[in-house]
């Protein structure tokens, strides 16, 4: 069937907002129906005999794992080696005994990471794939498959392929903590509140959609702009960065908050944006600190934080944008949002072409 853009300007912009309604379908798709419990389908491992998660993709199916490895050390207790694909496959990472491959991508055909599978399939270690096209080579390759049930994705820039691929790697770690013995029914079931809870959460950060684009049309100016975050936010703050640069053709870094001393911090003035990613979970007030640090040297400060956090350091903030309070484990599907309408907008107001940036592929099918 043909897909049409509905009532939006861009593909992309559908996209966002088709958000709330597939990371609703992706979750209720591990649900068990008289449970209610998260629950995995057959995988070809024990989890508790895994001794270690090689995780590897491309792009914005990297930062998606990037998240995966900080939910699956901190809630499951396994080590996750989190790798790009391109560099995974021509590295001699050797294989260790009980070792499993965790392969994610919407389309299932990228050719770096079919190449790091073929490779450590071969090897004889099992694979298993987070893939938003059922009928594709990377789901047809591996031993199991997770679908993300994002629907077509059309815009080059990923956005509901990326919080999809979330949802499924939260599940999987709910799942491989449990198998693990290390998920105690209170946890288990506030975790799965707040799974729940997000679409209707995601639903309240679309809604400040016009709120955004006003900082859009401030951003839309600079030639640098930085993202800082901590924990799962630095992957939040990774992903991004990627958004702006791939469509606003800005110019945008990502450093975890706490590296900002080492090199970034010398770049910052009156002239270079720093987005914060500050949800308040366990390291806000480290990554307060360092926002500090970038208001002292005059640095123009976006926060995103819930409105403890805004209320906190909003004083010292250039702009904010208050989000909704979750669980700290969800919050980095949910901060996934703003930045991906900051770049949005920004690209739109810019007058980019956002649903084919130059250079760039949906798919990147050849090395
Ligand atoms: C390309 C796309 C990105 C995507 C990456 C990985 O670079 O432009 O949006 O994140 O490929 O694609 P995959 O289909 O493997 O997720």
């Given at each position: ?176 903590a449990r198998a693990r ?148 484990f969800v919050a980095p ?35």
């Amino acid at each position: 069937a043909l897909i049409g853009k509905g009532n939006h300007r861009h593909f992309m912009e559908k996209e966002i907002f088709e958000q709330p309604a597939v990371l609703g379908d992706t979750l209720r798709s591990f649900a068990d129906p008289a449970t209610h419990r998260i629950t995995l389908p057959e995988l070809p491992f024990d989890f508790q005999a895994v001794s270690r998660v090689a995780a590897v993709a491309c792009g914005t199916a990297s930062y998606a794992c990037l998240v995966g490895k900080y939910w699956l050390e901190s809630l499951a207790g396994l080590p996750v080696d989190w790798d790009i694909a391109s560099e995974f496959r021509y590295r001699a990472s050797p294989l260790v005994p009980g070792q499993v491959g965790l392969f994610v991508s919407q389309s299932g055909e990228t050719a770096d990471t079919l190449a790091a599978m073929r490779h450590l399939r071969g090897e004889g270690c099992p694979a298993l794939a987070v893939v938003n096209v059922p009928e594709s080579t990377l789901a047809r390759e591996a031993d199991a498959t997770l679908r993300t049930l994002a629907g077509p994705e059309i815009g080059v820039a990923s956005t509901k392929a990326f919080t999809t691929q979330l949802a499924t790697l939260a599940c999987l770690a709910v799942g491989a903590a449990r198998a693990r013995g290390r998920l105690d029914p209170e946890r288990e079931a506030a975790l799965t509140k707040a799974l729940d809870e997000l679409p209707a959460r995601i639903l309240q950060v679309l809604e400040k959609d016009q709120e955004i684009r006003a900082i859009a049309a401030e951003l839309m100016a600079a030639r640098d702009v930085l993202y800082v975050g901590r924990g799962t936010s630095y992957a939040i703050a990774l992903e991004g960065a990627l958004k702006l640069k791939e469509i606003s053709y800005i110019h945008a870094e990502a450093y975890a908050a706490g590296e900002l001393k080492h090199g970034p911090i010398a770049l910052i003035d009156e002239h270079v944006p720093v987005i914060v990613v500050a949800p308040r979970d366990h390291l806000f007030e480290k990554t307060a600190s360092n926002l500090q640090e970038v208001v002292a040297r005059g640095g123009k400060v976006v926060l995103l934080s819930d409105a403890a956090g805004v209320a906190e350091l909003g004083d010292y903030a250039w702009k904010t944008v208050t989000l909704p309070e979750v669980d700290p484990f969800v919050a980095p599907i949910l901060y996934a949002v703003p930045v991906q309408l900051l770049a949005y907008h920004t690209a739109v107001l810019k007058g980019t072409d956002v649903d084919q940036p130059r250079n760039l592929a949906k798919s990147v099918t050849v090395e």
